[in-house]
């Protein structure tokens, strides 16, 4: 499925290349458990209070930051497209955004892409100095993850 051509004023695009094949890049996601030890940015954990993996599904989940601080942050899935897609919609606190994971095979590795859609520019303007290293630290934790299996 082709991406609709985003305004490059209110999306953030993060890449990366994964040796390990997309069902188990997938699986990663879809395992609430497995997901809550990589998701975020280095140094958060989380607790996952939801994760109904379908469209429509709610996630809610507490992030807990390095400071102490807890992120409350609650998405509905539009769209599960088993291992090759998800997309939900970020809805509260802070950002609100959409989320198109892709998955692509490629020779066995898997090319993740997260495509991050704001409501606004002004949002997007506020955001864009840390998402796109906030998302690099993610990759890195996942890559983690992934090593564990």
Request: net charge negative; no cysteine.
């Amino acid at each position: 499925m082709t991406e609709p051509t985003a305004p490059a004023d209110r999306e953030i695009v993060s890449t990366r290349v994964f040796d390990t094949p997309r069902d188990l890049v997938f699986r990663a996601f879809a395992d609430p458990d497995r997901l809550a030890r990589w998701w975020g940015p280095r140094g958060f954990t989380n607790t996952i209070h939801e994760f109904d993996l379908r469209p429509g599904g709610a996630w809610r989940l507490t992030m807990h930051a390095p400071n102490g601080a807890d992120y409350q942050n609650e998405s509905v899935f539009v769209e599960v497209a088993e291992p090759e897609r998800v997309v939900f919609q970020h809805l509260e606190p802070v950002h609100r955004f959409r989320m198109t994971i892709t998955l692509d095979d490629e020779g066995g590795k898997t090319r993740l892409t997260w495509r991050m859609l704001f409501e606004s520019a002004e949002e997007f303007d506020r955001v864009q100095s840390f998402v796109a290293e906030a998302n690099e630290q993610n990759f890195d934790r996942l890559a983690e993850e992934l090593a564990r299996t």
